[in-house]
């Protein structure tokens, strides 16, 4: 009887190791995290940023080349279509070129494109124009409910155009009573601008720029706004967007304030105190836009390591892919290979993958990978997925984004962009002490980086979004002055042929952040609850 139950219970015992739950241990999880490495993080930057990808620009050869890249490595890493048989989704665009050969017309003056002002339209038509029509300055342009703010309250703008200022008051009065204090919200970025204007049914809308509230010098404006830009073509064909919008110079601005008896810096001041517009005296604009309509397929890529428990619920890791093409038009070096914006996070979405792919037992949960496209055109790739999600919002657990990696060294610390917004932070953290790093703030809250990237429409989702990278404090003497050095070489290279890929690059400081993107999306994928977001976040699930 005894020994019957001896060997029962060794029966129970091999059987439940048999049954036992595979999963990875320390080790395997450490192998992983350590295969993340510089030399294989170059080579795909290289690649992605030589000038046989010709700048990535959407629905281009760019995009052929950097799509069979990803599905190539993806494949051979093991991973699966991510959109049924598919490792595409069709994003449907719309090219809208202006012609350069226009002048913006005000106060008996013409105004210089490029060189004054970029004017264009986002109306799918050849041919727009504002004429005669006058000009109101709205200061910041915001209609606000929360913040009680409304700087159209009692205005018809109807047939006007509409005169604003960049960015958002709390920029201005560095007070974080007032919107969020100096971190910039979606009220500040150019997109709401247009979109503000347009429901209020102005023809035309101009964002004076500056460079500070701005966060980028006006090369970026001439860069960014010229040449074709991409949208989506709505059934109305946008017509219910301002016929004419775009950007002057603050040199233009003045000018345009004194004709019209004003003070810019006053106008300023107002807007900054509370809601403020004013009739720009008898100013009126007049300019004519002639466009080049072109309809075109790009897509964004999606690849997916199945779950060995919760294959339905899903971790996405996010990157564009995108960058701005190339000028034939440009004097010079002609193309913006785009190797630190965005190259950068492509390439560290192959190599976080392939930690993945390493692991013996796969993750209790999906993780999938997405790279969109078009997002330096306004996010519209993550906007197009965030309409029509491949897995549905209460799927997906979290969202973690790589945009533009820290390219100067090792770091003691990891800036957060938008910190404080959800449970992801304390994730974060944890995994940044086995570096022993700390979690810091967003370094530069006034350019508004949450609002900026691909992360904001899984926030828009209601998923829990992270967007981090990089940091401030150098690891040592020898990484400070280095830093010193690359940041003078890499000094107004955002939106210029000047990111291009260098060997000098130190990527160490990348390879440590996508090691604590791995870390973060595994314990993720293990623990029993979903991230969630603060209470005080303006993102929230749905119930």
């Known amino acids: 009887m005894k020994l019957k139950l001896a060997l029962s219970a060794l029966s129970v015992a091999v059987l439940a190791g048999c049954m036992a739950t595979q999963t990875n241990q320390p080790g395997d999880v450490n192998a992983a995290y350590n295969s993340i490495n510089a030399e294989q993080l170059a080579g795909h930057i290289k690649t992605l940023a030589s000038d046989e990808f010709g700048g990535r620009a959407p629905s281009t050869k760019g995009e052929e080349l950097t799509l069979a890249y990803l599905k190539k490595h993806f494949t051979e890493l093991g991973f699966q279509p991510g959109n049924g048989d598919s490792f595409f989704q069709e994003v449907p665009l719309v090219s809208i070129e202006a012609d350069p050969n226009m002048t913006l017309s005000i106060g008996g003056k013409d105004y210089e494109y490029k060189k004054d002002m970029v004017m264009g339209t986002g109306r799918i038509s050849k041919l727009e124009s504002i004429k005669d029509s006058e000009l109101v300055f709205v200061g910041y342009g915001v209609n606000a409910p929360e913040y009680g703010w409304n700087d159209y309250e009692g205005l018809d703008v109807r047939g006007k155009t509409v005169v604003m200022l960049v960015n958002d008051p709390g920029f201005a009065r560095k007070d974080p009573a007032l919107f969020t204090g100096e971190a910039m919200t979606y009220y500040g970025r150019w997109t709401y601008k247009y979109e503000e204007a347009s429901r209020q049914g102005a023809a035309g809308a101009i964002i004076v720029h500056e460079t500070a509230p701005a966060s980028y010098p006006w090369s970026v404006v001439e860069n960014s706004w010229s040449g074709p830009q991409f949208g989506f073509q709505k059934e109305n064909n946008n017509m219910d967007r301002v016929a004419v919008e775009g950007w002057v110079t603050s040199d233009v601005a003045k000018e345009l304030f004194t004709k019209a008896g004003l003070d810019f810096a006053q106008a300023k001041e107002k807007a900054a105190a509370g809601a403020y517009h004013v009739d720009m005296g008898d100013l009126t604009a007049s300019v004519t836009v002639k466009s080049k309509i072109s309809t075109s397929t790009s897509y964004n890529f999606i690849a997916t390591l199945p779950g060995a428990k919760h294959s339905d619920e899903h971790i996405i890791y996010s990157a564009h892919w995108d960058h701005l093409g190339t000028d034939p038009n440009r004097k010079g070096d002609k193309i913006y290979n785009g190797a630190h914006d965005n190259a950068t996070g492509t390439g560290g979405m192959i190599e976080v993958a392939e930690a993945f792919s390493k692991l013996p037992v796969k993750p209790d949960r999906s993780i999938t990978f997405l790279a969109v496209t078009a997002e330096e055109q306004g996010l519209l790739g993550s906007k197009f997925y965030a309409a029509n999600p491949v897995i549905a919002a209460d799927k997906t657990v979290a969202n973690i984004n790589m945009d533009s990696l820290n390219l100067l060294g090792k770091v003691k610390d990891i800036s957060v962009v938008g910190i404080g917004k959800s449970s992801l932070d304390e994730m974060l953290e944890t995994a940044a002490k086995e570096q022993d790093r700390v979690v810091s703030g967003d370094p530069r809250p006034a350019a508004g980086g949450y609002y900026r990237s691909d992360h904001f429409a899984f926030a828009n989702m209601g998923v829990p979004a992270m967007y981090a990278g990089g940091g401030t404090e150098a690891r040592d003497e020898a990484t400070a ?53 603060k209470a005080t976040s303006e993102f929230q699930r749905n119930k």
């Open 481 to 533: 002055q280095y830093r010193k050095r690359m940041s003078l070489v890499l000094r107004g290279c955002y939106h210029q042929p000047c990111d291009r890929y260098r060997d000098e690059w130190d990527l160490s400081g990348a390879v440590q952040d996508l090691q604590l993107f791995f870390q973060v999306g595994y314990d993720i994928s293990q623990q029993s609850e979903w991230p969630t977001w």
